[in-house]
Antibody, heavy 122, light 109 residues
Framework: EAHLLESGGGLVQPGGSLRLSCAAS????????MNWVRQAPGKGLEWVSA????????YYADSVKGRFTISRDNSKNTLYLQMNSLRAEDTAVYYC???????????????WGQGTLVTVSS | EIVLTQSPGTLSLSPGERATLSCRASQSVSSNYLAWYQQKPGQAPRLLIYGASSRATGIPDRFSGSASGTDFTLTISRLEPEDFAVYYCQQYGSSPGLTFGGGTKVEIK
């Protein structure tokens, strides 16, 4: 059974940076595309970014393109999200989510972490 | 971008009743690539349905999904107490441009 554990959230000022991590276990990490999905307080879900298994293709929502960078270290079974130039509207719980095996594009998410809260405020 | 509109916003029902949730897409969703998720307060979402009608692993058969053109439906045949939650649809037919619907809350009447 897949297990995903996010970390790295916290309070950051507007314009600041933060790096989230997601430690994966229970499956062959390098075989799966991985995603970040966020949820603003009391709001719905928003897909943020995806990276395929080998790590050589990445995808972003327009709302974060140019500010966020997704990456992965398959030797450590860990997914990352580097967030720069943070804005108040980036405040949300950020979930990492596992995609289909051998996917070359993001599809749907069959396992989710418990999430980590990012608060952007002065 | 494909916009997904879920209705109703809130559904008030009693345990044992049938729940019908709607998700309408602003344009055709390629290959009926639509998923449904359940989210309970303070928890991560859980995948219920993918490909519009395929149940995810471990999902009870009281949950079913269907598609007709740009209209998608999640049906819960008989509500159990643990089914009261928020439900989201998500399309992946225009990947990598993934989008979610705004959600439907199923509450106890």
């Amino acid at each position: 059974e897949a297990h995903l554990l996010e970390s790295g959230g916290g309070l950051v000022q507007p314009g600041g940076s933060l790096r989230l991590s997601c430690a994966a276990s229970g499956f062959t990490f390098s075989s799966y595309a991985m995603n970040w999905v966020r949820q603003a307080p009391g709001k719905g879900l928003e897909w943020v970014s995806a990276i395929i298994g080998r790590g050589d293709s990445t995808y972003y929502a327009d709302s974060v393109k140019g500010r966020f960078t997704i990456s992965r270290d398959n030797s450590k079974n860990t997914l990352y999200l580097q967030m720069n130039s943070l804005r108040a509207e980036d405040t949300a719980v950020y979930y990492c989510a596992k995609d289909r095996p051998t996917a070359t594009l993001p599809y749907y998410f069959d396992s989710w972490g418990q999430g980590t809260l990012v608060t952007v405020s002065s | 971008e494909i916009v997904l509109t879920q209705s109703p916003g809130t559904l008030s029902l009693s345990p044992g009743e049938r729940a019908t949730l709607s998700c309408r897409a602003s344009q055709s969703v390629s290959s009926n690539y639509l998923a449904w998720y359940q989210q309970k307060p303070g928890q991560a979402p859980r995948l219920l349905i993918y490909g519009a009608s395929s149940r995810a692993t471990g999902i009870p058969d009281r949950f079913s999904g269907s598609a007709s053109g740009t209209d998608f439906t999640l049906t819960i045949s008989r509500l159990e107490p643990e089914d009261f939650a928020v439900y989201y649809c998500q399309q992946y037919g225009s990947s990598p441009g993934l989008t979610f619907g705004g959600g439907t809350k199923v509450e106890i009447k």
